[in-house]
């Protein structure tokens, strides 16, 4: 039996979203965020060392890292549309999109909400104002650009691709699903990107999207629609 540790508003959501495409049988060992400080609880140290989420756990196997599970779970379980392909473009398009979600497009979204709290914590006054033109300096000379290429990036492959690896959901798709979810939401400028704003669009309303979204509980980046 699988077990998803999974924590609540995090990457895990895909995860379940994938085991539900498969079609297989899992459990859901559910695990909340500190209210103060939005950490992951200790208990998932006892999981794994680093305490974060997605965890999953086979048998006497301990998985961590999106990507690693996703191709885990294809490579395994994977059907249809959802497992390692067999053409060597497509296993490279695919390795790359796995890479790239966590590798390339969240690090400046994490960045730029680390300098959107900095901007908005409680300090002495003397200093916000310092605090304020080195996060904004920041995020015009380098998080900002880097967010700004890597949407025009995505942006543009889909508007000649119907999903990641082209003309059918995959992994991929999977994988790729939390940082435009999470990203788009931080941004004020989203509707420049129609396209992945219609990727969004779509995986929110498949059935197995939804039926994980149900099974996971709290999800900000869901539509609300």
């Given amino acids: 039996m699988i077990t998803v540790h999974h924590l609540n508003n995090s990457r895990s959501q895909r995860i379940l979203w994938l085991l539900e495409e498969l079609e297989i049988p899992y459990e859901i060992k559910k695990y909340e965020r500190d209210p103060v400080t939005f950490l992951a609880p200790k208990e998932l140290k006892e999981v794994h060392p680093l305490g974060k989420s997605p965890v999953i756990t086979v048998d006497d196997k301990v998985i961590a890292e999106s990507g690693a599970i ?28 796995l890479h790239f979600a966590e590798g390339s497009l969240m690090p400046p979204f994490v ?19 310092i605090a304020k033109m080195i996060a904004d300096k920041v995020m015009s000379s380098f998080v900002g650009p880097n967010i700004k290429g890597n949407l025009d990036f995505i942006e543009s492959h889909l508007q000649k691709n119907e999903w990641f690896l082209g003309s059918e959901i995959s992994g991929a798709d999977i994988q790729m699903s939390f940082p435009l979810e999470a990203g788009m939401s931080r941004i004020e400028n989203k509707n420049d990107y129609p396209y992945i704003l219609k990727f969004i669009e779509k995986i929110q309303k498949r059935r197995a999207y939804m039926t994980a979204l149900d099974k996971g509980g709290d999800y900000d980046y869901a539509s609300k629609n």
Avoid: H
Avoid at 73 to 82: N, T, V
């Fill in 70 to 97: 996703i191709e885990f779970l294809l490579k395994e379980y994977g059907k249809g549309s959802f497992k390692i392909p067999t053409d060597e473009k497509a296993i490279l398009n695919l390795s790359y999109w």
């Fill in 111 to 129: 960045m730029k909400l680390v300098f959107d709290k900095i901007k908005n914590s409680p300090m002495p006054f003397f200093i916000k104002p």
